[in-house]
């Protein structure tokens, strides 16, 4: 079975700092990768997906992920975190062709004003 | 267009009742999806539906039962709830392709269920 790797449970950060939170996948086949972010008390949103062509993908907020297939990793970026970033964020993936979704375990983010 | 919605926000149930969540889409979307949300441990497929008219198991399916009662409903049913099934319970939708693929899926807003 596929499996999903954040390697951060919790990650704080002050206003303006980077942001790289990281994501592995076990599939080996083609996939579909995305983020989604939980702003607290809220239900997931869809920060950006991949799913062929430039490996470097652009979402909402200002957030961006490269997908890098030889190292089976997705992770996500952001050159500048605000305090409105706070949020757990979770990475999916889904063989293509396949309609199950498998998440990760999340990584939380706290942003420090 | 109210997207995913369900019903109820929050229920607390004695060990041994049983009830029923309801989640509706308004977006056309064929596939429907329940999962259950534990601290530390992500999302957990429960079942989904590719289609009206099927379902199929998930990761996580013992203990429950669904219901595609037609395009737009997709429900979740406890026959006899346990402390165990204490989560948060996430519905969400989306499109079907003839490849089953570049689809993502839309997500309610979430039951709080609490099992005493």
């Known amino acids: 079975a596929q499996s999903v790797s954040q390697h951060n449970h919790h990650v704080i950060l002050s206003e303006a700092a980077s942001l790289e939170l990281g994501c592995n996948y076990s599939?080996?086949?083609?996939?579909?990768l995305f983020w989604y972010v939980q702003y607290p008390g809220q239900h997931l949103q869809l920060l950006l997906k991949?799913?062929?062509?430039?490996?470097l993908v652009k979402g909402i907020k200002g957030f961006e992920a490269e997908f890098i297939k030889s190292k089976f990793s997705f992770n996500l970026r952001k050159p500048s975190v605000q305090w409105s970033d706070t949020a757990e964020y979770f990475c999916a993936v889904k063989k293509a062709g396949s309609y199950q979704l498998t998440f990760g375990k999340g990584t939380k983010l706290s942003v420090i004003p | 267009n109210a997207g995913v919605t369900q019903t109820p926000k929050f229920q607390v149930l004695k060990t041994g009742q049983s009830m029923t969540l309801q989640c509706a889409q308004d977006m056309n979307h064929n596939s429907m999806y329940w999962y259950r949300q534990d601290p530390g441990m992500g999302l957990r497929l429960i079942y989904y539906?590719?289609?009206?008219?099927?379902?199929d198991k998930g990761e996580v399916p013992n203990g429950y039962n669904v219901s595609r009662l037609n395009k737009r409903e997709f429900s979740l049913r406890l026959e006899s709830a346990a402390p165990s099934q204490t989560s948060v319970y996430f519905c969400?939708?989306?499109?079907?392709?003839?490849?089953?693929?570049?689809?993502?899926?839309?997500f309610g807003p979430g039951t709080r269920l609490t099992v005493t």
């Open positions: 599939y080996g086949g083609t996939v579909n």
């Open positions: 539906s590719a289609s009206e008219g099927t379902t």
């Open positions: 991949y799913f062929s062509g430039d490996p």
């Open positions: 969400a939708s989306s499109e079907f392709t003839s490849t089953g693929g570049r689809h993502e899926q839309y």
